[in-house]
């Protein structure tokens, strides 16, 4: 009987160790992305012809002074973005160049994960955050994410959606 126990028990512990590092059950404070560079949106990204899991870029393109993303398992996340702004080159209008016209960010976290057995993308969106003309903003807040959640990222985007900078650069 012991003999058949010990390879239940072992299979028991591998999936404890394993389960966790998959994204299976990560409800605890566990820090899943630490991005210390966000990349601003640029051609050919800018609009919705080629998204990145299901977001589209801004109309034009942006640039970005500093950026730091941190997510951890238990939807805690953390953005904070200085000098998120229009870039200062054609095809953006001289008026409008170096400037941020949003007042206001949010985030859209996007996760790999499963429905009815099939592989997804889930993308989910904080609330509002005022933004400066200088584009400067910060997102601290909790989100309920998928499980599992596999390769997420984070995306720094307008009111309705369109991303100007995202993790993973």
Aim: glycine share 12%.
């Amino acid at each position: 009987m012991r003999k058949a126990l010990l390879p239940l028990v072992g299979l028991a512990v591998a999936v404890a160790l394993v389960a966790p590092a998959l994204g299976i059950g990560g409800d605890d404070g566990r820090k899943v992305l630490d991005a210390k560079v966000l990349g601003s949106v640029s051609e050919p990204y800018t609009g919705s012809a080629n998204a990145i899991r299901g977001v589209g870029g801004g109309g034009l393109p942006w640039e970005i002074g500093d950026a730091n993303a941190s997510l951890r398992a238990d939807g805690r996340l953390h953005v904070d973005v200085e000098g998120l702004v229009l870039a200062r080159r054609s095809p953006v209008p001289a008026n409008l160049q170096g400037t941020n016209p949003i007042p206001q960010f949010k985030a859209i976290v996007s996760c790999l994960t499963t429905a009815s057995g099939a592989a997804t993308t889930s993308n989910v969106s904080t609330a509002l955050v005022p933004a400066s003309p200088t584009g400067d903003a910060e997102i601290d807040t909790s989100i309920e994410l998928p499980s599992p959640c596999f390769a997420p990222i984070v995306f720094v985007t307008s009111p309705g959606g369109a991303w100007f900078a995202v993790s993973g650069r």
